[in-house]
């Protein structure tokens, strides 16, 4: 019971943070959206290592950490950018796609991929190419639809690098993959930045709010790591995978609305995604 809740748990924080996120950094600069909680968890995550003296892990785990940070990072900035050219209610399960670059790396290595999985990933793509369709005729334009679900795929592939590679950054302790992983994501952003000349100092007092999207996301992924020590990861996996139907959900509810040939492929990609992560 505990490991379903701290699976929900990460689930939800997943969702609301990639609502809010894009939300907030309609009205603020979006690098300094991204950066603040960031930032904030990092702090965090160094704070409990010095307290708590934790033991400094090996390089195989500072390089496991720097490349899903860059996987992270690189994500985000394709997924934000995605969530400016498309609705989330599209972008958000092409984003969540990456849990199909895990598996792949596992196929690679090895694994059988079994009929469940295989299922997934055809429903997944078959998903994807059915939401990031346009309504109406060829001569027709409704947004930039297209355009946002190459920049979500893209995403997913970074955010699929960073489900990857935390596995094996987390050998050397939670805090440590987190803290080395943000320090390389942060990099990234603030790289990015300055390619871009991306203005980065929202006005003092929305500093709080630029922070939250960053704070939920390191909220569900201690509260997943959590999860994976209390119970069964075929179980855990799967409830920390329902990310997408809290955005979604949030989207529509807040008066996003799309075709109903999108809809349909957005459920398709979400059962899809559910699928894939399915341990069996």
Same mark, same amino acid.
């Given at each position: ?46 704070? !409990?290592?010095? &307290?708590?003296? /934790? ?5 195989? $785990?500072?390089? =496991? %950490? +720097?490349? #899903? ?104 302790? !939670?805090?440590? &993959?987190?803290? /080395? ?5 942060? $990099?990234?952003? =603030? %790289? +990015?930045? #300055? ?86």
């Amino acid at each position: 019971m505990l490991a379903a809740g701290l699976a929900l748990l990460t689930s939800l924080c997943y969702g609301v943070s990639n609502f809010v996120g894009p939300a907030i950094s309609r009205d603020l600069p979006v690098y300094s959206v991204l950066i603040a909680g960031q930032v904030v968890a990092f702090g965090v995550s160094a704070a !409990v290592i010095g &307290a708590a003296q /934790l033991p400094m892990p090996d390089g195989a $785990v500072f390089g =496991a %950490a +720097a490349v #899903a940070g860059v996987g992270n990072g690189w994500g985000l900035i394709a997924f934000y950018r995605a969530a400016t050219l498309g609705p989330l209610s599209i972008v958000t399960p092409i984003g969540s796609l990456g849990a199909v670059v895990p598996v792949m790396t596992g196929i690679a290595g090895g694994e059988s991929l079994g009929a469940v999985k295989l299922a997934g990933l055809v429903l997944a793509l078959a998903g994807v190419a059915l939401a990031s369709r346009r309504p109406g005729g060829p001569g027709e334009t409704h947004g930039n639809e297209r355009a946002a679900a190459a920049w979500a795929l893209s995403a997913a592939i970074g955010f699929g690098l960073f489900l990857t590679f935390m596995a094996p950054a987390s050998e050397g302790g !939670v805090f440590w &993959a987190v803290m /080395l992983s943000r320090f390389a994501l942060l $990099v990234v952003l =603030a %790289a +990015a930045a #300055a390619l871009l000349a991306a203005a980065l100092r929202p006005p003092l007092r929305h500093l709080p709010r630029v922070a939250i999207p960053g704070l939920l996301l390191f909220a569900g992924t201690l509260a997943y790591s959590a999860a994976t020590r209390q119970g069964d990861l075929s179980v855990v996996s799967v409830l920390g995978s329902l990310f997408p139907v809290v955005t979604v959900g949030l989207a529509f509810a807040f008066g996003e609305r799309i075709s109903r040939a999108q809809s349909i492929g957005v459920a398709v990609a979400l059962t899809g995604v559910v699928l894939v992560s399915l341990q069996v």
